[in-house]
């Protein structure tokens, strides 16, 4: 059992480090995590307002889910900045795993918004032909 939390703990690593270059921006600046946290949100609002697909495929969910997840981010980023500053040299691991949980928690959302705009919309029942 020991082995797997090991592996575990190395793939988390791997994935935190091979995203920490598109997450420091927002660690440096976290009010700047609103941003893809507004741009979701919006994608979401737009998704769930547009009837042509069938509810359960429509991808604004996942967007709101992302969207809520950057929140979260910024929020939690603005308190360890806070905190960065009571300590003499803060040491953020903690960046390993909250980076992939977010940048995983959006990835999904975009995802299924791009699958919608591949799949054809369905003949309105006013067309003929």
Request: charged share 15%.
């Amino acid at each position: 059992m020991s082995d797997f939390f090991t592996a575990l703990l190395w793939a988390v690593s791997l994935v935190g480090m091979a995203i920490a270059p598109a997450i420091v921006p927002f660690v440096r600046f976290p009010w700047l995590a609103f941003l893809p946290a507004a741009v979701l949100a919006l994608l979401s609002w737009q998704r769930r307002k547009d009837r042509s697909l069938p509810r359960r495929k429509r991808a604004g969910a996942w967007l709101l889910v992302g969207a809520l997840a950057w929140v979260g981010f910024a929020l939690y980023e603005l308190r360890m900045q806070a905190w960065s500053r009571t300590v003499v040299a803060p040491i953020r691991v903690d960046l390993l795993l909250v980076g992939p949980l977010v940048v995983g928690l959006t990835i999904p959302g975009i995802v299924a918004m791009l699958r919608e705009r591949q799949q054809p919309k369905p003949a309105s029942s006013g067309e003929r032909g």
